[in-house]
């Protein structure tokens, strides 16, 4: 490990586009049959692990120290971690429940007490990783948001054999907890974090490749550091897209967000919108399709009908009548709806997450000839692109 890198392992208690259906929200059907494999939890156990990875090069302007990361790790397990006991929400608090409850009122009244009961999450802490080499995949969180906001997909693909590594983007994230205290969202962080956050995923890139090489670490030779992908929701999305410039990352997938400034990019992306996404709005959402449009990359793009923006987060658990995704809202025309429900959406999402990145890092053919079927639910609209669009900017594209 470089000596200008500070690791603090942190061990918590045990315990051809296709048309849209014509669906109202609310659906709940599987996926079809010929999904099952990708919608349904993969055949290892899933374990996490917390850590706070130190970027000595950088000074953080919010704690002035060396900026920290505290960082999730989810990975395939061992047989006999099936049995042991689950993690619970709160427990990614670690011994700051209290004050994580406190950051969350700005959603209206929570009880994480309450959100436990409601989450029914696959990992273990710290249960013994499994022998193999697996993809890497690093997860950005929205604004605001936690390294743990998106878990359906998290342990999802860790339960497919790929190692994800999710980051509190701090002062961005709504709550980190740090060995000196607590760090909650900052109103400044937004400007700061445009920059802060593609490094972040960079700096974890680096220190993954580290864990890799170390012999005690618990991630030694474990990874497949050939095979990299990267996704993010909201301000998680526009970090991955920019963080294309890094070309580790072989694989995007943004949920709900996107950086303008990245159209030259050439990395596979697959983009997941929701059509009633009233955190991004209705002309930004046409801004997201435009954009899509222009990417000289190989492309999909999904566009999930009656979703909301926290469709792609774990905010049902939260509250489930927060809006927005979650219980009934009003579209942008103004008349009421009753959303997708987000539990049913979620098998969705990770059945065409698992398949792209199954597609593109594991050049899986039967992944291939998933995503290039009819889609798997007319809720949700599909197009596809393997050349470079006719439209461009007087911009060239960045050569590979």
Not at 84 to 90: D, G, L, V
Not at 276 to 286: H, L, Y
Request: aromatic letters at 10%; one cysteine or more.
């Amino acid at each position: 490990m470089s000596d200008t890198i500070r690791l603090v392992a942190i061990r918590a208690a045990a315990l051809a586009p296709l048309t849209l259906g014509l669906l109202t929200g609310g659906v709940l059907a599987d996926p079809p049959k010929r999904a099952a494999k990708w919608y349904k939890p993969g055949p290892y156990a899933v374990g996490c692990r917390t850590f706070i990875f130190v970027d000595s090069k950088r000074t953080d302007g919010f704690t002035k120290r060396p900026r920290q990361l505290v960082t999730e790790i989810w990975y395939p397990a061992v047989d006999a971690a099936r049995d042991k006991p689950k993690i619970t929400f709160s427990s990614f608090f670690l011994d700051r429940a209290q004050e994580a409850e406190g950051a969350f009122q700005r959603f209206g009244e929570i009880s994480l007490a309450d959100v436990d009961k409601r989450f029914d999450p696959l990992a273990v802490r710290d249960a013994k990783k499994r022998k193999g080499r697996f993809p890497l995949i690093v997860f950005s969180h929205g604004n605001g948001g936690l390294r743990m906001q998106s878990i359906f997909l998290t342990e999802h693909l860790a339960s497919h054999g790929y190692v994800v590594v999710a980051p509190d983007h701090t002062g961005n994230a709504a709550i980190t907890c740090l060995p000196e205290g607590v760090v909650t969202m900052n109103a400044r962080s937004t400007l700061t974090a445009v920059e802060d956050r593609p490094r972040d995923v960079a700096f974890l890139i680096d220190e993954i490749i580290r864990q890799t090489a170390d012999p005690n670490s618990f991630l030694h030779g474990g990874l497949d550091l050939d095979k990299i992908g990267a996704t993010g929701h909201s301000f998680g999305g526009m970090t991955v897209t920019k963080a294309t410039q890094d070309k580790r990352i072989k694989a995007i997938l943004p949920l709900a967000g996107v950086a303008p400034s990245a159209i030259r990019f050439r990395t596979p992306v697959m983009l997941m919108v929701a059509d009633q996404d009233m955190t991004i709005g209705e002309e930004r959402s046409k801004t997201f399709l435009k954009l899509y449009k222009v990417w000289p990359a190989r492309k999909w793009l999904l566009e999930f009908k009656d979703a909301g923006h926290y469709t792609f987060s774990e905010m049902h658990r939260l509250k489930p009548d927060f809006g927005d995704g979650c219980g009934e809202g009003k579209r942008f025309d103004g008349t009421a709806f009753t959303y997708w429900d987000s539990a049913d959406a979620h098998k969705y999402i990770n059945a065409y997450a698992l398949a792209f990145f199954d597609h593109i890092l594991r050049a899986d053919p039967e992944a291939g000839k998933l995503l290039a079927g009819p889609t798997l639910s007319p809720n949700i609209r599909i197009e596809h692109a393997e050349q470079r669009p006719t439209t461009t900017t007087s911009s060239k594209p960045t050569a590979k």
